[in-house]
């Protein structure tokens, strides 16, 4: 089974600081998604990446899969109190098949942005 | 883009009890999932609910403790039976939707505390 390995699990940043958090999987990602969590609440869609070396931005937050597919990094520029909560990547099943639409996720990185 | 709503948003239910959620998605999707998160915890799947077929449990998850209906394209119910405090999560539906860039969103969540 695919596993996921999230890094930091915690961050504190003052605002204005950049940021970046890992995410590396044990196997070969099909696709590679990106979630904000709030508190007790359901998960924000960031971003999702499936081909090697590919490269998201949205306002000030950067998603990044590496060429050989096995690793991700989330990176945001000039953090803000808004950006606090968890963040979570998460790995698809594989393409087709019984596995498709089923995502495996990190353990999480909780970010904590002090103004 | 979806938009899923999820009721209730939180509860808290007594040991013993059973409680169904629901998750109501605004467009037709084929595919279907539950989680369930525990607190402090990641993300762990519970079943897909395909529309048509019968809702399909990963491991260490059954029907009987579970179990799901998918009625239509917009709509699925996820019951806890015979709850016990160990049932304390937030229970999420996601969907996938189709299009450039296959995406899977998540509900709003619902966060039930059993006593």
């Known amino acids: 089974s695919q596993e996921l390995e999230q890094s930091p699990q915690s961050l504190i940043v003052q605002e204005g600081k950049n940021l970046t958090i890992n995410c590396t999987s044990s196997?070969?990602?099909?696709?590679l998604y990106w979630y904000k969590q709030k508190y007790g609440e359901g998960l924000i869609f960031l971003m999702m990446?499936?081909?090697?070396?590919e490269e998201k931005s949205h306002e000030k937050i950067t998603a990044k899969l590496d060429e050989k597919k096995q690793q991700s990094s989330l990176h945001i520029t000039a953090s803000q109190p808004s950006h606090a909560g968890i963040y979570l990547c998460?790995?698809?099943?594989?393409?087709?098949?019984?596995?498709?639409?089923?995502?495996?996720f990190g353990q999480g990185t909780i970010l904590t942005v002090h103004p | 883009s979806a938009v899923i709503s999820q009721k209730p948003s939180r509860d808290i239910c007594q040991r013993g009890t059973s409680l169904t959620i629901q998750c109501q998605v605004d467009?037709?999707?084929?595919?279907m999932f539950w989680y369930r998160q525990q607190p402090g915890q990641s993300l762990t799947l519970i079943a897909t609910a395909n529309q048509g077929s019968e809702a399909t449990y990963e491991s260490g998850f059954v029907i009987d403790k579970f179990p799901i209906s998918r009625p239509n394209l917009t709509f699925s119910t996820l019951t806890v039976s015979n709850m016990s405090p160990e049932d304390s999560s937030i229970y999420l539906c996601?969907?996938?939707?189709w299009g450039s860039g296959n995406t899977i969103y998540f509900g709003e969540g619902s966060w039930l505390t059993v006593v």
């Open positions: 990446l499936q081909k090697g070396g």
């Open positions: 467009s037709q999707v084929t595919m």
């Open positions: 998460g790995a698809d099943g594989g393409a087709g098949g019984t596995s498709y639409g089923k995502l495996t």
């Open positions: 996601s969907v996938v939707m």
């Open positions: 196997k070969t990602l099909y696709g």
